[in-house]
């Protein structure tokens, strides 16, 4: 079975954690693109989403859903996305799209993140997937400086604007034995828009796509 297949099978089972009627959340991805795919095949009626990307926004739209601004919903029960990585407590790295911020933005307004993903992106420890970190262009060379200390290389993904107009570096070499303590600590430095690390915002559920089905990790 293929890396898409997989994908295909989390993002058909995560409409189980979909309740009609209701706002959902929906991330960016290769994954998320599936499962709005299934979502609009499901025929389930819902009272809108909120997107983190440009890209969704136009897939839900063109699928016939209403997107609504995350500034006009107060709270939603359920955000559905995938990720880079994702560790056994349902830490992740995320941002291989370059939609982190406005993902972490949705999924802080939701009481649960559930997370689809293929069993390559499971892993005991984050830090093979280059971490992607959102950043104000100005600070660029400090921020470099900066990981270089906690031995990470970092770099300026090429040819890349986010739907925010930032920039992303992408950081090489790190070993994250303690995401929420690195999320914190990363977070604070000036010029840093959002770091890809999604230990707060952590995975409630996680449907993982191996080849003998849907693995669920609650
Ligand atoms: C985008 C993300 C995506 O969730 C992540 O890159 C996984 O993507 P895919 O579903 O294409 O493997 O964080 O910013």
């Known amino acids: 079975m293929d890396q898409n297949e997989l994908k295909r099978q989390v993002a058909q089972a995560a409409l189980a954690y979909v309740e009609p009627g209701t706002v959902l959340g929906v991330g960016t991805g290769s994954t998320v693109d ?11 009626e819902l009272a809108g989403t909120v997107s983190s990307s440009e890209r969704s926004t136009q ?11 995350a500034a006009a919903v107060e709270r939603l029960s359920t955000y559905i996305d995938g990720a880079d990585e994702i560790d056994p407590m ?3 790295i995320k941002g291989g799209g370059a ?9 802080d307004l939701a009481d649960r993140f559930v997370c689809i993903a293929d069993a390559s992106k499971c892993v ?3 830090g093979r997937f280059p971490l992607p970190v959102e950043i104000i262009p100005m600070a660029a060379p400090q921020l470099i400086r900066r990981f270089a200390q ?8 090429p040819g890349c604007v986010t739907d925010n107009g930032q920039l992303i570096l992408d950081v090489r070499g790190l070993s994250i034995a303690d995401p929420l303590a690195v ?4 977070s604070q430095w000036p010029g840093v828009v959002t770091v890809g690390i999604f230990a707060r915002h952590r995975a409630r559920v996680a449907l993982i796509g191996t080849p003998d089905g849907v693995r669920t990790l609650k």
Do not use: C, P, Y
């Not at 999320?183 to 990363?186: H, S, Y």
């Open 90 to 92: 349902g830490h992740m």
């Open 150 to 157: 906690l031995g990470g290389q970092a770099q300026v993904r």
């Open 124 to 126: 005991d420890v984050l």
């Open 34 to 44: 599936l499962f709005i795919e299934a979502l609009a095949a499901s025929g389930m």
């Open 183 to 186: 999320e914190a600590e990363v």
């Open 99 to 107: 939609a982190l911020t406005r993902e972490k933005i949705v999924a």
């Open 59 to 69: 897939a839900l739209t063109a699928a016939g859903f209403k997107v609504l601004e």
